[in-house]
């Protein structure tokens, strides 16, 4: 008898420090009732992370990768998984990717990529220089990956002219200069990625996942960027049932900058 495929609500979240927000965290989690919840920005070390705290709600099965005040990943699961790991790109040590291997073989990465700092010259910001090597290495990881994955988080890039609220005036901001888009774009190409989130909404039509925090009505401006990202191998495609931004999220006290992204799949 041949298995009947299940669905599964997947969310990938950059939380910008997970114990600072368990609050947004529950009300989430009532509201939305994940069964996998991949969080970036952890911010925490993996003896200092809230476990039983996701254990009491569901989340038997977890992956860390974590760093005292920086970075960290997570990925916290009511579904069983098998094999954690981590992939250290550039060899910094920071705490940017982990994954699992799901039920019906489906390899999860949850990845933090390097925001980059501020100057868009590697020659003189060095974080900016860490984030084009990182994404070069990314890309040779990338194109040499054979079990069907799914590759979410945040991967501070903004790849299409709707991806951000002015193409033209972020041209020469972080996020979204043609340096990083381009690399985002041989990215992609390495493993033929399907870009789930455009799948659902046309490249035409604007879809932002975060928003600054120094604008004081951030929906009313409404000058995001989709920095947050789900993408699938091509032998996973139309697995992805329905797709949306948790946009109320961002609008709770005291929130994240970015809004979780939330896919229902079948595993």
Known sequence: MSKIPSTARLVTWNINSVRFRLDLVDRFIRGFQ???????????????????????????????????????????????????????WCSMG??????????????????????????????????????????????????????????????????????????????????????ETERMMALLESHDWIDVMRDFVPKEEKLFTWWSYRARDWLASNKGRRLDHIWLSPSLKGTVQSLRVGLDARGWEKPSDHAPVIADILL
């Not at 099965?61 to 005292?68: E, M, N, P, R, V």
């Not at 994954?99 to 700092?117: C, E, F, I, K």
């Not at 060095?126 to 040779?140: G, N, Q, T, V, Y």
């Open 34 to 88: 994940p069964d996998i919840l991949c969080l970036q920005e952890t911010k925490a070390q993996d003896d200092q992370f809230p476990l039983k705290w996701f254990e009491e709600r569901g989340f038997k099965y977890t992956a860390l990768h974590g760093q005292k005040s920086y970075h960290g990943v997570a990925i916290l699961s009511k579904l069983p998984f098998s094999g954690p790991s981590i992939v250290d």
């Open 94 to 179: 920071d705490a940017r990717h982990v994954q699992v291997t799901l039920p019906g073989g489906a390899v999860l990465h949850n990845v933090y990529a390097p925001a980059g700092g501020d100057e868009p010259n590697p020659k003189t910001n060095p974080k900016f220089d860490h984030k084009l090597r990182f994404f070069d290495e990314m890309i040779a990881w990338s194109a040499k990956l054979q079990a069907p994955s799914i590759l979410v988080g945040d991967l501070n890039i903004a790849p299409y002219e709707n991806d951000v609220w002015s193409h033209k005036q972020l041209l020469k901001v972080v996020s979204h200069t043609p340096v």
